[in-house]
């Protein structure tokens, strides 16, 4: 077994033996109650999962292994001359449950250096797309034909002992994380830069490497896409892309096709996809005003011009938080840190003074602060990345370490199939009438 699967096993093992005992002693115990309102408004605020990887909290945001983003920043190794965090260093933290040392985290990039083959059939496969398909639509389907490598899908066909669900899951997990930067990067190299594919540089880290797959050499994007890469990584278990893979992992789908769901799901626009919707939100807004710098007032009037036409406004609102994300301010210090005199950048800066008092002002919104998305788009296009169209995949690069150290544990844990209980309206008319006792009442 190499290091960090060893080490793993014998920290997996000490948690479900003390999660045995937590249940026989305290299972019974009630954790909440459920309104029928939250039955039919998105299970909002129910607990209902366990994911141990991090924990979001509404006021302060996201913890990883009780770590916020600025402790990461500071705690985690670096890559030599760098500030930002080693992606490599919080899966080992979401994985392990201890910070890593600069040897783990070492480690980490070897292995995943070692199990980055991309086999031929993969870029194929994402050749006989048209040119055009849209990036996430590329991604998924190079996801799915990779699931021809499932160490999890061979043994489970070949009749493998339920104790050992955790040691392949492991295994795929640990591929599909090194191969992902190099598709990809593919994709993006396929529809942006004339199919002139970059090969992988092995002296770089997971997140530097994939930067230069893309094509950027600056530095400065690499450190990006370092923190990039950290902060994207995990939001607890119950966002759709994270409670997809467990979803659908549960019914012992291996990881490919596990992760392949997630990222469907991320695809949409309330979820991963806002990204790339509030670079085009202020591009089509300079766009209408004929300007590169609109003013507060026009973004105010732009901003109230979008919620009468019926449609959100990207990058604002949560389902969880009621502050501002600390991913948003992580990306601000970057911005402030290297770019404080960008156009764009300073215009999100400027709409995040605008937009908050006015989604304020509207009673049934319940957050009206920045989440991640609001920020991402605009560093990016600092560099040159200007193709929006590309940025959730960015998104889906990151997410995988969380997703997939979750399922690890998941595994590890023996969690069942989920499958929550669903009732129709008539039968909830029914209860209502007294007619039914579908809750026990
Ligand atoms: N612009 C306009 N309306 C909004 C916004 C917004 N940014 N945020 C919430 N609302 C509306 C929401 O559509 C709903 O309207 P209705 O009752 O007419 O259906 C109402 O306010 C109540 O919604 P909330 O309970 O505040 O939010 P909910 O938990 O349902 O949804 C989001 C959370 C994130 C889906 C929602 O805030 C949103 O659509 N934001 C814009 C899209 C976005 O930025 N998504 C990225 C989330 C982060 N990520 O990366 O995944
Ligand atoms: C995420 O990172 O998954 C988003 O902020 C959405 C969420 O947490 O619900």
């Known amino acids: 077994m190499g290091i960090i699967k060893d080490t793993f096993k014998q920290k997996a093992d000490a948690a479900a033996a003390e999660i045995k005992d937590i249940l026989k002693e305290h299972g019974n115990k009630v954790i909440g109650e459920v309104t029928l309102s939250q039955a039919y408004q998105g299970m909002r605020g129910i607990t209902g999962l366990v994911s141990e990887t991090s924990l979001l909290d509404s006021q302060e945001g996201i913890r990883f292994r009780g770590y916020t983003i600025p402790e990461l920043q500071q705690k985690l190794p670096k890559a030599p001359g760098g500030t930002e965090p080693l992606p490599e260093g919080l899966f080992y933290l979401m994985l392990i449950g201890d910070l890593p040392t600069k040897d783990d985290v070492e480690h980490v990039t070897n292995v995943w250096q070692r199990r980055s083959h991309v086999p031929n059939h993969v870029f194929e496969a994402i050749e006989a797309l048209p040119v055009n398909t849209h990036p996430m639509t590329q991604f998924v389907v190079a996801i799915m034909a990779l699931q021809t490598e499932s160490h999890f899908a ?70 990006l896409m370092r923190l990039y890469m950290t902060i994207h990584a995990d939001h607890e278990g119950g966002n759709v892309s994270a409670h997809a893979v467990h979803l659908v992992g549960s019914a012992l789908a291996d990881p490919y096709l596990s992760f392949a769901a997630g990222m469907n799901g991320l695809a949409g626009p309330l979820h991963g996809l806002a990204n790339q919707e509030v670079v085009k939100w202020i591009f089509e807004m300079n766009e209408d005003l004929k300007t590169d710098s609109p003013t507060k007032d026009q973004i105010a009037e732009y901003v109230k011009k979008t919620l009468s036409e019926g449609k959100v406004v990207p990058g604002y609102g949560h389902a969880v938080l009621r502050k501002t994300d600390p991913r948003f301010t992580a990306q601000m210090e970057f911005g402030k840190k290297h770019m404080p005199d960008d156009k764009l950048v300073q215009t999100v800066w400027n709409v995040y003074e605008v937009v908050p008092p006015i989604l304020q002002s509207m009673a049934k919104i319940k957050n009206p602060w920045p989440n991640v998305d609001a920020h991402s788009g605009s560093l990016l296009v600092h560099y040159g990345m200007v193709e929006y169209e590309y940025y959730t995949v960015l998104f889906g690069v990151s997410r995988v370490l969380g997703v997939m150290a979750s399922l690890c544990w998941s595994r590890a844990l023996g969690f069942p199939i989920e499958r929550p209980k669903s009732v129709t309206t008539e039968l909830v008319k029914k209860w209502l009438k007294g007619e039914d006792n579908i809750w026990g009442e």
């Open 154 to 223: 061979k043994r489970y066909a070949e009749g493998m002992n339920k104790k050992d669900y955790w040691d392949a899951v492991f295994d795929d997990s640990m591929d599909l994380i090194a191969r992902l930067p190099r598709v990809a990067a593919y994709i993006y190299r396929r529809k942006y830069k004339d199919g002139e594919h970059i090969q992988p540089n092995g002296l770089l880290d997971w997140a530097g490497n994939f930067a230069h797959m893309l094509g950027y050499e600056d530095e400065e994007f690499k450190e």
